[in-house]
């Protein structure tokens, strides 16, 4: 069984009921699951931010949702040490640093990144990294 980095697009389906939401809580129980150790928490927060400015949620409910990202079940992977491979991934894929940093985790892992955001999922369709990202959608493979 390999390992599954999760991007935020997915982290926070966890914890909201929006397009996919139901496949993104099937995963939780694939596995060894992993995310950025700050990062993450990060980018979620952020994506939270924006979604009180545009009235989908209220402070409440995004303070909700942060106070319990310590707790998930989940391995963090120190970000320091994939900032060149990120780097290197974000300037020759032309995806974000962002992006990438997701994917580079999944490298380090051995495993593969999964995420809800089809124009990334897309963009590395018919690339080297096509097997290192799973679209959300996706039934989680049979655990060996």
């Not at 990060?42 to 409440?60: D, M, Q």
């Not at 999964?114 to 990294?129: E, H, I, M, P, V």
């Amino acid at each position: 069984m390999s390992a599954v980095v999760v991007d935020a697009s997915v982290g926070l389906k966890w914890f909201l009921h929006e397009v996919h939401s139901v496949e993104a809580r099937q995963w939780r129980t694939y596995g060894e699951l992993c995310v950025p150790a700050f990062f993450f928490d990060l980018e979620i927060a952020s994506i939270l931010w924006k979604k009180i400015r545009r009235g989908e949620i209220n402070r409440t409910e995004a303070d909700e949702i942060l106070v319990q990202l310590p707790s998930l079940p989940v391995t963090r992977v120190t970000e320091g040490p994939l900032l060149s491979a990120t780097f290197e991934l974000a300037a020759t894929s032309q995806r974000t640093v962002y992006d990438c940093l997701y994917l580079a985790a999944a490298m380090s892992v051995n495993g593969f990144m999964l995420t809800a955001d089809q124009r990334l999922f897309n963009s590395l369709q018919g690339t080297k990294w096509a097997s290192r990202i799973e679209w959300v959608a996706n039934s989680p493979p049979p655990v060996t």
